[in-house]
């Protein structure tokens, strides 16, 4: 499985938006990117998931190069309930099965007022 | 979304007991459950998958004649911590997912051996 790389930590403020870049240069021609957002004392929820280029839901945009080396999560005019823990995972994908869900370190984003 | 719900939600036990965790897919059949462990202001770390009727797989370094997981049907899965002690008092967080969608997880279940 492809291994993630997150910052550790970011700081942002209400109304802006925020960027979390993800590496995983090692990642393989059938793996998708996936993120996961997690709150203190509660497990992950799935945020968007992509393979390429720009994937776009109601909460969050994917941005993914055409290498596919690294990939960026973009929230829009974040507030404060976005204070969360951001995971970047590799190597799900929808059809075919996956036998394991790694997580890598995650970055943690704090919002302030 | 699907809905993984997990019971207890938290649950203090004396060292040396054995404990239950529940873990059951509400809206969907999950062929396939995972079970994690998060330690405060760490990531979560995976124990096992597991697939319904199958053994589960056990990650590098996880006991499991003490994590004892059963996925008997397609909606529910269990980690039994037998003989827990205070240094297994965590997060456990179960996931599960069916064929072709992403990982849905549960609430998670703070575990406290005292």
């Known amino acids: 499985l492809a291994k993630t790389t997150q910052p550790i930590s970011m700081d942002s403020y209400e109304g802006q938006e925020v960027n979390i870049t993800c590496s995983h240069n090692?990642?393989?021609?059938?793996?998708?990117i996936t993120w996961y957002q997690q709150f203190p004392s509660q497990g992950p929820r799935f945020i968007i998931q992509g393979y390429k280029t720009k994937v776009t839901n109601e909460v969050a945009s994917l941005f993914i190069p055409a290498d596919r080396k690294s990939s960026t999560l973009s929230l829009p005019r974040v507030s404060l309930s976005d204070t969360a823990v951001y995971y970047c995972l590799v190597g799900v994908t929808f059809s075919g099965g996956y036998n394991k869900l790694i997580f890598g370190a995650g970055t943690r984003l704090a919002v302030h007022p | 979304g699907a809905v993984v719900s997990q019971h207890p939600s938290r649950v203090i036990c004396k060292s040396g007991t054995s404990v239950k965790i529940e873990c059951r897919s509400l809206d969907f059949q999950a062929t396939t459950m995972f079970w994690y462990r998060q330690f405060p202001k760490q990531s979560l770390m995976l124990m096992a998958t597991s697939n319904e009727g199958s053994k589960a797989t056990y990650e590098q370094g996880v006991e499991k004649d003490k994590f004892l997981i059963n996925h008997a049907s397609l909606t529910l899965s269990t980690l039994t911590v037998t003989s827990a002690h205070p240094e297994d008092s965590s997060f456990y967080i179960c996931?599960?997912?069916?064929?072709?969608?992403?990982?849905?997880f549960g609430q998670g279940t703070r575990l406290t051996v005292v």
């Open positions: 996931s599960a997912r069916e064929a072709n969608t992403e990982a849905f």
């Open positions: 090692n990642i393989a021609t059938n793996d998708y």
